[in-house]
């Protein structure tokens, strides 16, 4: 019995701890000395032809500043359309759209009449599209002028499949879930070039990444196109590539129960594209991809699970084997979890939350959000349709 509990207590805080603390500085060294190939990183001559694809519901308080941010990208006018996917929005966002399209040739609309949500519009979208490449990108996502041609450079070599593109957040001091997502994101990109120099990066971001368009299988309704499209595309055997200087920034949730809301709805759409897209995989042809997969999402998105195990293996040994160790553990893992229930607290008050509080509080609120997610999946609930988390419309 107190071996079984020792065997969980130690296996269950190495999976909280390796995800965040130790698998960055092994990709990185992996990244450095053992790089899968070199690349190509230079303009091409001759640009491919590329469509800008911009999801959008409801957008009109953004959808004119993001056309405008479309047309004014550096890249051949001859060869980059824009089309709009607009999910039965029931504001202006169709006529501001149509205002530009009447003015700009490049410009156009696929409407659907009735929600279905931002993939079966992708399926309808896409199914028109006859470009090499298509970019995919958010209504509030506003792209750097170079952004387009550092997305598609890449693509000259033939083993590439999709290239990602570095969403940055528009800075808030007064957002809580800014600060957090900030300090999370940025480290997120640094594990994005890492492995994309290991293997692969791991997933794409629907607000800047591009793909091959004869790489686009038509989804169901409640896949998400940004993680499982990537999936199917690595087990093609093709590889993806991320760009630091492809950038478009965008906003976070102002809130942290709008962004918990989102977490916990990617999370679960993920885990069932990971569950779908797995048996693709094999450890011989795949091996450096699934260590990413599993080091960079799988094994997180179980942390809130093995924090869990951890909290109640401690009180147990500290209970029955009065060993310090377990005793000291315990008290720290209690601890952490008393800190995040100030965290809590502090938010619901909208009080002012110091880093020694709210890092607790956000890595708890990341961990039960994506637990949530996958519980969600287990009994059958499926996200198809939603809001954005910006602005008062919430």
């Known amino acids: 019995m107190i071996f079984t509990t020792k065997l969980i207590f130690w296996i269950s805080i190495f999976l909280v701890v390796y995800p965040h603390a130790l698998y960055p500085p092994l990709i990185a060294l992996l990244a450095r000395y053992r790089p899968h190939r070199s690349r190509l ?10 469509t800008l694809i911009i999801s959008a519901f409801n957008e009109e308080d953004v959808i004119s500043a993001k056309l405008e941010n479309a ?7 001859e060869h980059l359309n824009i089309l709009v996917i607009s999910d039965a929005s029931d504001d202006e966002t169709d006529q501001i759209v149509l205002q530009w399209s009447a003015k700009e040739p490049r410009i156009s609309l696929h409407r659907q009449e009735r929600r279905l949500g931002k993939t079966m519009g992708l ?9 090499e490449l298509i970019v995919f990108s958010d209504a509030n996502a506003m792209y750097q002028p170079n952004a387009m041609k550092e997305l598609v450079k890449y693509f000259r070599d ?9 969403a940055l957040y528009n800075q808030d001091e007064s957002s809580k879930a800014n600060q957090s997502e900030d300090l999370y994101w940025n480290m997120e990109l640094s594990l994005k070039q890492w492995e994309s120099d290991f293997y692969s990066v791991v997933g794409g971001d629907g607000a800047i990444y591009a793909i091959r368009r004869n790489l686009f299988w038509e989804l169901a309704e409640d896949d998400i196109n940004d993680f499982i499209n990537p999936l199917q595309i690595i087990a093609q055997g093709y590889l993806g590539v991320f760009n630091p200087r492809a950038v478009c920034y965008e ?29 693709r995989f094999s ?3 795949h091996g450096r991809f699934l260590f990413e997969l599993f080091s960079h999402k799988v094994i997180r998105w179980l942390s809130g699970l093995f924090l869990l195990l951890s909290i109640l293996a401690s009180a147990i040994l500290a209970g029955v084997d009065h ?16 800190v995040a229930l100030i965290g809590y607290w502090l938010d619901r008050n909208s009080a002012v939350m110091p880093k020694v509080i709210y890092l ?3 890595f708890y609120f990341v961990s039960h959000a994506a637990i949530l997610g996958i519980i969600d999946n287990i009994k059958g609930v499926r996200h198809i349709t939603w809001n954005h988390v910006r602005g008062e419309k919430q």
């Open 251 to 279: 906003d976070t949730a102002e809130e942290f129960a709008k962004e918990f809301g989102r977490k916990r709805r990617i999370v679960n759409r993920s885990w069932r594209a990971f569950l779908k897209s797995l048996p």
């Open 123 to 131: 399926n309808a979208g896409i199914s028109q599209i006859k470009s």
């Open 323 to 338: 060993d310090p160790l377990y005793i000291l553990a315990f008290a720290c893992l209690l601890s952490s979890f008393l």
């Open 158 to 166: 033939q083993r590439v499949g999709y290239v990602v593109g570095a």
């Open 71 to 77: 047309v004014a990208i550096d890249y051949p006018p």
């Open 360 to 362: 607790p509080y956000y």
């Open 41 to 50: 990183d230079e303009y091409s001559a001759e640009w491919p032809s590329v």
């Open 283 to 285: 450890l011989t042809q």
